[in-house]
């Protein structure tokens, strides 16, 4: 299996800047696998905040999480300081895939890759479509081409 060089951030859109921490690291004197997943949950979540969508509606709509990966090509640890982009790679009714890079300090290449697949579900929990507004805001960060 080949696997996809790593993307550059002209890749991706709508960056955050992520300060690493002690803690982050493991034994191995890496960022641990596990703490870039909560990475890319915290920059999603905050996005889609700043777009109006609203992600702990109580009774409406919410987007659950279905799927989600990361492709590590190079190390980062405290104290690096990350940049996440995102961006839509692919757009269903009521399904968006979203993908971040993580950039360490000023470096043009991700040293991680990953993605989240969210369904929109009704308060029953059952897949619903994705507002126009909320289709508005994902289709101006999806990949073109």
């Not at 997943?37 to 709509?61: K, R």
């Not at 980062?76 to 757009?91: C, E, M, Q, T, Y």
């Not at 360490?104 to 989240?116: S, T």
């Amino acid at each position: 299996m080949t696997r996809r060089p790593p993307q550059p951030r002209s890749a991706y859109h709508a960056f955050r800047e992520i300060q690493t921490r002690w803690k982050d690291n493991d034994t191995y004197g890496h960022i641990n696998n596990v703490t870039y997943l909560s990475y890319f949950d915290t920059v999603v979540s905050l996005w889609q905040i700043e777009q109006g969508m609203e992600i702990a509606q109580e009774g409406g709509l919410r987007f659950l999480v279905v799927e989600s990966g990361a492709t590590y090509h190079a190390e980062a640890r405290f104290p690096d300081v990350l940049h996440a982009g995102i961006r839509v790679g692919k757009l269903g009714t009521s399904s968006v895939r979203f993908e971040i890079g993580i950039f360490r300090n000023d470096e043009d290449i991700a040293c991680v890759e990953g993605f989240f697949v969210h369904v929109a579900v009704d308060p029953a929990t059952r897949p619903t479509p994705i507002p126009d507004t909320a289709r508005a805001r994902l289709e101006a960060i999806m990949v073109q081409g």
